[in-house]
């Protein structure tokens, strides 16, 4: 276990020395590290370049599949929201942080989400529909 966290920590130096939010994140299956990584947002200028996305889609590519229900993600610092609704999207079951945000860091949350009605809805609607029965 502390290896994990050593490899943790190390993860999150690398951000810090590329001027990133340092958090480093790994992804366990069976006891065994199968990924590593650590937040690159800044470096790669990307949204999503958080270290538990990165982690995960690094999983993901080693054991080429998207379901991760059998593995554990641990992560220096409590996830953001964007990150949390990954982790559930790829079934880990179970993650394990050292920190909780600090108090006056607060995510954005002036987006507004905003259902309309369209001509295309109805059609749209029959195309998920048919991914879903042909498809799961």
């Not at 179970?94 to 295309?120: A, G, M, P, Q, R």
């Amino acid at each position: 276990m502390n290896d994990i966290w050593k490899v943790c920590l190390e993860e999150s130096l690398i951000s810090y020395q590329q001027g990133d939010v340092p958090v480093g994140a790994v992804v366990v299956r069976n006891g065994e590290i199968i990924a590593q990584s650590h937040n690159t947002r800044e470096k790669e200028h990307k949204i999503i370049g958080h270290a538990e996305i990165n982690v995960i889609l690094s999983a993901c590519e080693f054991l080429k599949r998207w379901n991760l229900g059998d593995c554990e993600l641990y992560v220096t610092l409590k996830p953001c929201s964007m990150c949390a609704e990954v982790i559930k999207q790829a079934r880990i079951l179970n993650v394990y942080y050292l920190l909780d945000k600090l108090d006056y860091k607060k995510e954005f949350s002036k987006t507004s989400f905003n259902k309309i009605e369209s001509e295309y809805e109805q059609r749209y609607a029959e195309i998920i529909s048919s991914f879903f029965k042909e498809k799961r």
